[in-house]
């Protein structure tokens, strides 16, 4: 409950185009997958996580799943890692929050030489714009072993996970307390008057109110073994970039609508 699962970020009808830029930044994208319920998508897959690039087929309409659609893009859902969907959702409702039915969800996967698999997973959800800022869920994998494959976990940027995220609310004080009670977790640092950090495992997310930016999430810091190997993988994918101290903060594309960085983690 306290484990980052996976990111997602909304790329709507625009995922070819995301999945070229990410490979040129030196990320491993796996093949298309295509959702039970009518979505899309590739995930970028780490030690312990993984980010998620999901849209929809140009011209199609989603109804089960309108947030694609109606929604901005960028940075949109969080998914936390629990390894039994129907205790999460007990231990969400005595933490007074009020999560919606388990469903089941799968993608066919293909394993080469003729053989396919099905990629299978528990989602919880929680009651619409119960957490602010973000569309924080819950993933129990019955499948693990179909998404963290070693052939998609040695990227050329030396990536090995992702290490911070930051959500701009309104209250980051007030919206913490529900962090705190969505995740299962004390820690929490109250660095400013207006920014608060929470301290999962190998991972902050840090809650900002800052007016000059739209609400919601906005930058995503992804952790490697070597900078060195991120600044030569962006100068060859041709990807624009500039250092700050020790970090690497890319030029994104408008419709990713999020910030990427770069951070050296031992």
Known sequence: ?????????????RIDEAVTFFERMGFIITPRGYHSIGS???????????LELIGYPVGKSLEQLPQLVQGPAGLTGMALKVDNSDQMRDALIAHGLTPQPTFDLSRPLDLGNGKM???KFRVTTLKPNSIPGSDVFYCQ?????LVWRP???THTNGC???TRLSINVNDPKAASELYLRAMDVAKLENTEANTCIIHLSNFEITLVHETEKPLGMFKLVFGTDSLEKVSDALTQGGVDFHKEGERIIVKSLPHINCELEFEYVT
């Open 1 to 13: 409950m306290n484990r980052i699962d996976h990111i997602v970020i909304n790329i709507q009808d």
């Open 40 to 50: 899309i998508n590739h995930i970028i897959v780490f030690k312990t996580d993984y």
């Open 117 to 119: 698999a099905d990629v």
């Open 141 to 145: 994998h019955i499948t693990p072993e």
């Open 151 to 153: 052939e998609w976990q």
């Open 160 to 162: 090995i996970g992702m």
